[in-house]
C-alpha cells in the first residue's frame, strides 16, 4: 500500500525521489521522507507527517543532496501516523531501508535485537528489520549478503530498499509479497512500486519476480532468486507516456476516469470481437483447452473487484447456464471450499497486486480447479503473471483511490467472458451477435449518460448536509447499488448501505425517516413494478427518495421523489450503464462536502497487505 522509489545515479537524485512520490500518492499514505548518501557518504534524512509537498517544502529549506537515495510514502499498519514512524528508517547512522509489506515475526525480532543492545525509536515492523540488516553488516558481511540473510529471517510480505554508507553507490531491493520493480536509465538504475514513479526518467523496467533480490549500482544491476542462484529478468518497454497520470484540464483524476469510460471500454473491446463473436483468444494462448473443461465459475476479488463478480454471477447463471459462486478473497483463504469438477477459479483486480486476492491464487493452485483466470489492468502484475489465463481490460492509468473506469472495464471483460462460455454451451451464433452489438454500444450511450452530468450535480446538492443513505437494487442491480453506496462513502464519507430492495420489511425500513434518504436504480425490467412498491414503503414513512430510472418506465417526480431520467438500454448492460451516474453523483456530492476526492483518508489505492 506504500510507496517506494529509489535511484542510484551520477546526478543529485532528490528531486527524482520527490517527483517519483508525488506519482504515487494516489495509493494513499499518511506520511513521507527519503534518504540520501551525500557527497561524502553520510546519510541524511528529512521525513514529514502529511503530504509530499510537505517534504519538498522541507527539503528546499534544508536541501539534501546526492546521488543514491531512497524514498517513501507509508500507509500506517504498525503504529499511528507520525514523523518518528515514517521510513526511512536508520540504525546507527549506517544503513537506511524502505519497506512495503508486513513483517508478520516483528516481535519476536525484536526481542532478540533489545537483548543485543539494540534501541528502538518507532512502533513499526519496519524498524527490526534495518536493525538486522545493520546486525549482518556488523558480522562483516556485505550489503548484498546482509540483506539476503536478513529476509531468510523474515515471516509475511515485503519489498525493501536498502543503501548504506559503507557502501555507497549500491542499493539492495528485495520483493516477497509486495509489488517492486526496477527502472533502467543511460548510467543509472531505479527501483519503484509502480512505474508510474519513474515514467519520467525511463520507460524500460524489469519486473522483480516472487524472492528476487536485486543488487543495483550505477553501471550494473545483478539480480538473485530466492534460492540465492544469480538469474537475468527481461527488460520491457512501457507502452505509457510520462503524462499518462496527468488530469488533462479536469478538476480531478476521478472526473477523468468517468469521462474516459467510453475510451477505456472500448479499447477493452479492440480486437477482441470478430464477425459478432468473441475471440477466444483474447483470454490466452490456453483458452480453448481451459474453458472446455468449465462447468463452473468460483470468482474472487476485493471491493469494487468483488461487485463485478457479484453482476457476472447474474449474467453467467442467465446467460451461459454455469453455476456461479462469488466471495471475498480474504473471507475464501480462512474457509474450507468445495470445488466441482471444471471449476475456472477467477481472479479480478485492477493493480493485480492486491494481497488477498494474490494469495487466495496461490491457494487456489493447491485445489482441484480446472484452471485459473485473472481479469486485470496491469499487464506486469503478479496476478497476471502467476495466471494460467488472463484478459487485460485496458482501462489505462487509474490514478483516483475510488475506482470507476476500471469497474465498468471489468464489467465489460466479465461480459465478453460470459459470451465465450455460453457459446461453448450452445448459444445461437445470432443471440450472440445480438449480445456482442450490446457491447458496442457502450460507448456511446455512456457518452450519452455522461450528458446528464449537471442534472446530477443538482440532485448532489440535497446531500449536503447528509450524514446517512441507503441504497436499493435488484437482480443485476443489486451489486450496481452496493457500488453506488462503496462510492458515497469513500470519497464524501457519507455512511452508505446497499440493500436488496425486497429485503427493507426485513429490518432496514427502521432507518428510513426524513433524515435518511433512499437512492434507488431502476432499469425497465420485469421487477420494475416490484421495486416501485418498495418504493412506496420508503415513502409511507417519509423517506426522501431518488430514483435512476429508465426513461420508458413510468415514473414521475413528485413530493419527496426525486427522478432522474436515463436513456432506455437493454436490462443485460444496464449494470454497466446505471454505474455512471453513480459515480457522477458520489463526485459531486463529495466536491460539495470539500472532501479530497482522489486521496480519501485512511484509503489506499493498491492494497498489498492484508
Not at 457479484?310 to 473471507?331: G, K, M, P
Not at 460470459?418 to 445470432?430: S, W, Y
Not at 479530497?596 to 492484508?610: F, I
Request: net charge negative; aromatic share 6%; hydrophobic share 40%.
Amino acid at each position: 500500500m506504500c510507496g517506494i522509489v529509489g535511484a542510484v545515479a551520477q546526478r543529485d537524485v532528490s528531486p527524482i525521489l520527490i517527483e517519483g512520490l508525488r506519482r504515487l500518492e494516489y495509493r494513499g499514505y499518511d506520511s513521507a521522507g527519503l534518504a540520501v548518501l551525500n557527497e561524502s557518504a553520510k546519510l541524511e534524512r528529512a521525513r514529514v507527517l502529511g503530504k509530499v509537498n510537505n517534504l519538498a517544502a522541507s527539503l528546499e529549506e534544508n536541501p539534501i543532496q546526492g546521488g543514491c537515495g531512497i524514498a517513501h510514502t507509508r500507509w500506517a499498519t504498525h503504529g499511528k501516523p507520525s514523523v518518528k514512524n515514517a521510513h526511512p528508517h536508520i540504525c546507527r547512522e549506517q544503513v537506511a531501508l524502505v519497506h512495503n509489506g508486513i513483517i508478520e515475526n516483528h516481535e519476536a525480532l525484536r526481542a532478540v535485537q533489545s537483548q543485543n543492545g539494540y534501541e528502538f525509536e518507532s512502533e513499526t515492523d519496519t524498524e527490526v528489520v534495518v536493525n538486522q540488516v545493520h546486525s549482518h553488516l556488523s558480522e562483516g558481511m556485505d550489503l548484498l549478503a546482509a540483506v539476503q540473510a536478513t529476509v531468510s529471517q523474515l515471516k509475511g510480505a515485503y519489498a525493501l530498499g536498502v543503501i548504506s554508507e559503507k557502501e555507497p553507490g549500491r542499493m539492495i531491493a528485495a520483493r516477497h509479497g509486495g509489488p517492486l520493480l526496477i527502472g533502467v536509465g543511460l548510467g543509472e538504475y531505479f527501483i519503484a512500486s509502480d512505474k508510474f514513479a519513474l515514467l519520467p526518467v525511463t520507460q524500460q523496467f524489469i519486473i522483480l519476480e516472487e524472492g528476487d533480490i536485486a543488487d543495483i549500482r550505477r553501471d550494473s544491476v545483478k539480480i538473485y532468486n530466492s534460492a540465492g542462484e544469480q538469474v537475468e529478468r527481461v527488460v520491457t518497454t512501457s507502452e505509457l507516456s510520462a503524462d499518462a497520470a496527468d488530469k488533462s484540464g479536469y478538476k480531478h483524476y476521478m472526473l477523468k476516469e468517468i469521462y474516459t469510460q467510453p475510451l477505456a471500454i472500448a479499447e477493452t473491446l479492440e480486437g477482441r470481437l470478430l464477425d459478432g463473436q468473441v475471440i477466444e483468444a483474447a483470454f490466452g494462448m490456453s483458452a480453448e483447452e481451459i474453458l472446455n473443461q468449465t462447468n463452473a465459475v468460483h470468482i474472487v476479488a476485493c471491493g469494487t473487484s468483488y461487485h463485478a463478480g457479484l453482476v457476472a454471477r447474474y449474467w453467467l447463471e442467465e446467460i451461459a447456464n454455469i453455476q456461479c459462486t462469488v466471495e471475498v478473497a480474504s473471507e475464501y483463504r480462512y474457509r474450507k471450499s468445495v470445488v466441482p469438477t471444471g471449476t475456472l477459479f477467477t481472479t479480478i483486480s485492477q493493480s493485480g497486486e492486491t494481497a488477498d486476492t494474490l494469495a487466495a491464487l496461490q491457494l487456489a493452485r493447491t485445489k482441484d480447479y480446472c484452471g485459473s483466470l485473472a481479469i486485470c489492468n496491469a499487464p506486469e502484475s503478479s496476478l497476471t503473471r502467476e495466471s494460467d489465463l488472463v484478459f487485460l481490460t485496458r482501462a489505462g492509468a487509474e490514478i483516483g483511490v475510488a475506482s470507476t473506469k476500471a469497474f465498468t472495464t471489468q464489467l465489460t471483460a466479465l461480459f465478453m467472458l460470459v459470451l465465450l462460455l455460453a457459446r461453448k454451451r450452445g448459444l445461437a451464433k445470432e443471440r450472440e451477435k445480438e449480445l456482442t452489438a450490446l457491447l458496442e454500444s457502450l460507448p456511446g450511450l455512456i457518452n450519452q449518460i455522461l450528458e446528464l452530468d449537471s442534472n446530477i450535480k443538482e440532485l448532489a446538492e440535497h446531500f449536503n448536509d447528509k450524514h446517512h443513505t441507503l441504497y436499493l437494487g435488484r437482480g443485476t442491480m443489486l451489486p450496481v447499488a452496493m457500488e453506488g453506496a462503496l462510492k458515497l462513502k469513500e470519497i464524501s464519507y457519507i455512511h452508505a448501505e446497499a440493500y436488496p430492495a425486497g429485503e427493507l420489511k426485513h429490518g432496514p425500513l427502521a432507518l428510513v425517516d426524513d433524515d435518511m434518504p433512499v437512492i434507488a436504480v431502476a432499469p425497465n425490467n420485469e421487477l420494475l413494478e416490484k421495486l416501485k412498491s418498495n418504493l412506496h414503503e420508503v415513502r409511507a414513512r417519509g423517506g426522501e427518495l431518488y430514483v435512476f430510472v429508465d426513461s420508458d418506465a413510468e415514473m414521475e417526480e413528485s413530493e419527496g421523489v426525486n427522478v432522474l431520467k436515463m436513456i432506455s438500454v437493454d436490462e443485460l448492460i444496464a449494470p454497466i450503464v446505471y454505474t455512471v451516474p453513480l459515480q457522477l453523483f458520489s463526485y459531486h456530492v463529495a466536491v460539495l462536502k470539500g472532501a479530497d476526492v482522489d486521496q480519501p483518508r485512511n484509503l489506499a489505492k493498491s492494497v498489498t497487505v492484508e
